[in-house]
């Protein structure tokens, strides 16, 4: 491994793909969302067969209210989904949206994204033709490859090629101060230390544009979460019809009451209730249904 770890690959790790889309960003989003999985109220509701990655275990919430966010995140799927049964009535939909603008506009998601970004990059970004990913950079004296991709940045030949793709126009002062600020990510996951002497160098570059130091202020975890990606998650618990453990004694002919979805209704008023969600409607999830069409419906 150790001979192929070049400087050439290590600077020309990118967390961004051909589109510029950044796939830490989305690889960071898919961990935040699987921890919200692994909330043990919301898994044994919506998520009964989840298992949840190793590195979700890695993730330090520490103050993050990562359990309100979760609740919130569900509430949320809840109600915007038209389901039959109107369970969305139950949600108070504006609370739900300003308890959520208030997480996703917080210092605090902007503190757990660099941490969750910061987890994942060393593994998700790789050299497309060796698979020598920023880990294996790491592993080999962090600190060294730190100081010879600041050694590289700091060569005449470096300036000089990004002078020339600014001038043709191939990278605006945007996409420079964003690539910028991946080299420093870069670079602070090898040595920390080494972040403050490549900034000082690029600020005494009047060649190039003027930089900003966006390594803690920046957004890693973009905007709000999609709340369709549980879309089945939860439509599948609202249809979930009761079991009565007296069904085997009821003739064909009986009439059975069956809810759909107790253990959603259950969790609007509990959690959602206690966050000030619930709107004070309950759902029409209730049927009177001959046990033979209920044998039909299980």
């Known amino acids: 491994m150790a001979d192929r770890l070049t400087v050439d690959i290590l600077q020309s790790l990118s967390p961004f ?15 935040l969302l699987d921890c919200i999985r692994s909330e043990t109220r919301l ?11 190793e590195a979700a275990k890695l993730v330090e919430f520490g103050s993050f209210p990562i359990s309100t966010l979760a609740t919130l995140y569900i509430a949320e799927a809840i109600a915007n989904l038209q389901d039959p049964y109107n369970f969305h009535h139950a949600i108070n939909k504006d609370r739900v949206e300003d308890k959520l603008d208030e997480i996703y506009q917080s210092l605090q998601w902007k503190k757990l994204g660099f941490q969750v970004y910061s987890l994942v990059y060393p593994d998700v970004v790789k050299d497309a033709k060796t698979n020598v990913t920023l880990r294996d950079f790491m592993d080999s004296g962090g600190s060294k490859w730190a100081d010879h991709l600041v050694k590289r940045m700091q060569e005449p030949s ?3 090629s990004m002078q020339r793709k ?12 964003r690539d910028m600020n991946a080299v420093f990510v870069k670079l602070h996951l090898l040595d920390p230390q080494s972040v403050i002497a490549a900034y000082h160098f690029l600020l005494n570059q009047r060649a190039l544009p003027v930089v900003n130091l966006e390594l803690a202020t920046r957004n890693y975890l973009s905007g709000p979460l999609d709340w369709t990606l549980v879309q089945k998650d939860v439509t599948r618990a609202e249809h979930k019809p009761s079991s009565p453990v007296y ?12 809810h759909h979805g107790i253990e959603v209704d259950e969790f609007i008023v509990t959690e959602c209730r206690n ?24």
Do not use: H
Not at 17 to 31: H, W
Not at 166 to 177: A, L
Not at 282 to 292: G, H, I, L, T, V
């Open 166 to 177: 600014i001038v043709k126009g191939k990278c605006s002062e945007d996409i420079y101060n």
């Open 247 to 258: 069904i085997s004694k009821l003739s064909l002919n009986s009439e059975v009451d069956v």
């Open 17 to 31: 793909n051909s589109d510029g889309t950044d796939i830490v960003t989305k690889a960071s989003r898919d961990l």
């Open 275 to 298: 966050l000030g969600l619930w709107s004070g409607s309950r759902p029409d999830n209730y049927k009177a249904m001959k046990s033979q069409e209920r044998c039909r419906l299980m």
């Open 158 to 160: 470096w300036t000089k």
């Open 43 to 53: 898994r044994d509701v919506f998520f009964p067969n989840f298992e949840a990655p």
